[in-house]
C-alpha cells in the first residue's frame, strides 16, 4: 500500500485515474492469459497426417449457384485423390442449374446429381439439402464445401481427409480471395478471427464449431445424431450447433495447411455483409452454456480495457502510463498472430490488424444491440 502510495506521488496520479488503471491492467492480465492459453496453443501447433485412402463422399448444396457451379464445380471433379464421389444438392434452383448439372453428370461418372422439387416443403436453410446429400452418399467418409468454393489445390480432398484414420470430425478453413478495398479486408480479418476461435478452443478440446465451407465428418456420426433433428427450426447451425453435439468425446483433428483451404469470392457490399454478420450472431444465441461464457471472456475484457483506456486519455493522464499500458497488448498480439496469419494465409492484413481489430470490435457491438432489437428473421436479403 505505501508502495502504491509513493507511485501515486510521484506519476501525479488522482484517485479517479488510479481506479481506470487497475481496471485495464485487470483487464489486460485477463486478455493475456486468454491468449497464452487459447491461442498460443495454436501458435505451436503441428498438424499430423495419416494414410487414409478410403472412399469420400464430397457434398454441395446449391440454390439458383449456376454460375458458381459452372466456375467451381471442375476443381472438385479433377481432384487427385482416387477414391470419392461428388454430390451436388440442386436445392429448388430456378436458373440453369439443373440442365446444367444434367449436362455435366454425362461427363463426369464421379458426379452425382440430387434434385429437389418445387412442391418439396422445406425450411430456410441447407439442413434439408444437406440431409438429402449425406443419404445420398455412397462412402462413410463425408466432406462438405459451398458452391461459391475453390479447393486450393487438386489435392484438397487429399489434405483435408489424410487424417481420417484415426479421427472422426476434421476441421478446415475456408478462406475468402483477396480482393482491394476496406470490406474485403474486413471479411477476411472475421473469417480469421472465426478461425482463430475455433481452431484454438478445439485443440483444448473445446470444439464448438466448424463451417461449412470446409468441413469433414463421419456419415455414422450424422445419423446416430439423428441429423439436425435438435435445431431444424433454425435457418442456420449446420456447422456450429451440429458440432457441438457431436464434438464430446470425438476425435476432431483441424487443418491449416493452404492445400487444404478452399477460396470464395467475398461479398462486395456492406450492407449485404452486415446481414450476414447479424445472422451468423443470432445463431451464438443457441450455443451451449459454457462457450457463450469463453465466447464472451475475450470480447468483453476487450471493451473494458479500451474502455479504460479512453477515459485515461481523456483524463489527460501521462502519456509514459497510457503507453506502459497499451504496449503489452500489441507486442502479444504481434507476437502471437505473425504466425497464425501465416498459417491461415492473410499476412498482409497483419501490420495493420490492432487496427482492424478496434473497427471490428465496434462493430461487433453494433451487431449485438441490433439483434436484441430486431433479430434477422430471413436467411437471406
Known amino acids: 500500500m505505501h508502495n502504491i502510495q509513493k507511485i501515486i506521488e510521484l506519476f501525479n496520479i488522482s484517485n479517479t485515474e488510479l481506479n481506470f488503471i487497475i481496471l485495464s491492467l485487470l483487464s489486460l492480465t485477463i486478455i493475456l492469459i486468454f491468449y497464452l492459453y487459447f491461442f498460443r496453443s495454436l501458435f505451436f501447433y503441428k498438424e499430423t497426417n495419416g494414410k487414409f485412402n478410403s472412399g469420400v463422399s464430397v457434398i454441395v448444396c446449391a440454390r439458383n ?9 471442375h476443381s472438385l471433379l ?65 466432406l462438405l464445401t459451398d458452391a461459391d468454393c475453390t479447393p486450393r489445390s487438386n489435392n484438397w480432398i487429399n489434405e483435408m481427409c489424410n487424417s481420417f484414420d484415426s479421427n472422426d470430425i476434421i476441421l478446415g478453413f475456408g ?26 478452443f478445439s485443440i483444448k478440446n473445446l470444439t464448438y464449431m466448424g463451417v461449412g465451407r470446409n468441413l469433414a465428418y463421419k456419415k455414422s456420426i450424422f445419423f446416430d445424431n439423428k441429423g439436425f433433428a435438435k435445431h431444424m ?13 457431436v464434438a464430446s468425446n470425438k476425435n476432431i483433428n483441424i487443418k491449416l495447411n493452404k492445400l487444404s483451404h478452399t477460396t470464395s469470392e467475398s461479398i462486395d457490399k456492406w450492407k449485404d455483409w452486415l446481414f450476414q454478420k447479424r445472422r451468423h450472431i443470432s445463431t451464438s444465441s443457441h450455443y451451449k452454456l459454457k462457450f457463450k461464457i469463453l465466447l464472451s471472456i475475450l470480447p468483453f475484457f476487450t471493451y473494458l480495457y479500451f474502455f479504460s483506456i479512453i477515459f485515461l486519455i481523456i483524463l489527460k493522464a501521462k502519456f509514459v502510463i497510457i503507453l506502459s499500458l497499451i504496449l503489452p497488448k500489441i507486442i502479444f498480439s504481434y507476437v502471437i498472430n505473425y504466425k497464425i496469419m501465416r498459417k491461415l494465409d492473410c499476412y498482409d492484413l497483419y501490420f495493420l490488424h490492432p487496427i482492424y481489430e478496434i473497427l471490428y470490435l465496434l462493430l461487433q457491438c453494433i451487431f449485438m444491440i441490433n439483434n436484441i432489437v430486431d433479430k434477422p428473421k430471413k436467411w437471406k436479403r
Open 175 to 200: 478462406a475468402y480471395k483477396k480482393n482491394g478495398g476496406l470490406l474485403n479486408k474486413f471479411i477476411r480479418f472475421d473469417t480469421f478471427n472465426v478461425a482463430l476461435y475455433y481452431f484454438s
Open 233 to 245: 427450426h433454425i435457418a442456420s447451425g449446420d456447422d456450429d450447433l451440429f458440432i457441438q453435439e
Open 65 to 73: 449457384e449456376y454460375s458458381n457451379l459452372k466456375k467451381n464445380l
Open 78 to 142: 479433377s481432384q487427385s485423390y482416387e477414391n470419392y464421389e461428388v454430390i451436388v444438392v440442386n436445392d429448388k434452383s430456378t436458373d440453369k442449374s439443373k440442365e446444367y448439372l444434367k449436362e455435366l453428370s454425362g461427363k463426369y461418372n464421379k458426379l452425382q446429381i440430387v434434385n429437389i422439387d418445387d412442391h418439396i416443403d422445406s425450411r430456410e436453410g441447407k439442413k434439408f439439402a444437406l440431409t438429402l446429400g449425406i443419404k445420398t452418399a455412397k462412402y462413410e467418409h463425408i
